[in-house]
T-cell receptor, first 112, second 118 residues
Framework: SQQGEEDPQALSIQEGENATMNCSYKTSINNLQWYRQNSGRGLVHLILIRSNEREKHSGRLRVTLDTSKKSSSLLITASRAADTASYFCATIDLYGNNRLAFGKGNQVVVIP | GAVVSQHPSRVICKSGTSVKIECRSLDFQATTMFWYRQFPKQSLMLMATSNEGSKATYEQGVEKDKFLINHASLTLSTLTVTSAHPEDSSFYIC??????????????FGDGTRLSIL
């Protein structure tokens, strides 16, 4: 069953702008992960945030996690055309189930 | 490191044909591999978890006899879609978890197989 669920979004932004996308989930989690998928390709892991963390940075990526609201956000700063992709959050739940549960995804288009 | 190769990348075949998809971990050993299915503009749905040397664990609603999974070595898992029909057309993606990684670590994904049944 799908645990992570993003607000379905299709973002279209200009290069250089920031892109923000959100994710909500239902269960208690061990961690939450963000992945990128280019069209017709597999997924690439971007960043992992643990349930006891509130914010994490990696390069131009910033992830926040609010376990009280069961939500996360991914911010891509200074977007580039190469950031055009679909972005998925996925959760690992807390109770020994180490399978990833994916949300619906956000399609981001960065216009050069 | 942590490269997963999936083959073939695209298959077009007639209804009734059985199709085998391979998922290989090229530079690491993987005791666990996962098979997902993705419909256009939708998310990934986990079909089954493949464990080396044991039977796969299928998700609810996934037919075991339809989607045969074999994980005979620490670097190879195969998914066979038996007697495929047009409704089986989809994008199939595998992922692997490295033996050295904790179970909650990120998975490494193949590039997917686009299956089209005519």
């Amino acid at each position: 069953s799908q645990q992570g669920e993003e607000d379905p979004q299709a973002l279209s932004i200009q290069e250089g702008e920031n892109a923000t996308m959100n994710c909500s989930y239902k269960t208690s989690i061990n961690n939450l992960q963000w992945y990128r998928q280019n069209s017709g390709r597999g997924l690439v892991h971007l960043i992992l945030i643990r349930s006891n963390e509130r914010e994490k940075h990696s390069g131009r990526l910033r992830v926040t996690l609010d376990t009280s609201k069961k939500s996360s956000s991914l911010l891509i700063t200074a977007s580039r055309a190469a950031d055009t992709a679909s972005y998925f959050c996925a959760t690992i739940d807390l109770y020994g189930n180490n399978r990833l549960a994916f949300g619906k995804g956000n399609q981001v288009v960065v216009i050069p | 490191g942590a490269v997963v190769s999936q083959h073939p990348s695209r298959v077009i075949c007639k209804s009734g044909t059985s199709v085998k998809i391979e998922c290989r971990s090229l530079d690491f050993q993987a005791t666990t591999m996962f098979w997902y299915r993705q419909f256009p503009k939708q998310s990934l749905m986990l079909m089954a978890t493949s464990n080396e040397g044991s039977k796969a664990t299928y998700e609810q609603g996934v037919e075991k006899d339809k989607f045969l999974i074999n994980h005979a070595s620490l670097t190879l898992s195969t998914l066979t879609v038996t007697s495929a029909h047009p409704e089986d057309s989809s994008f199939y993606i595998c992922s692997a978890r490295a033996l050295r990684d904790r179970p909650d670590q990120p998975q490494h994904f193949g590039d997917g197989t686009r299956l089209s049944i005519l």
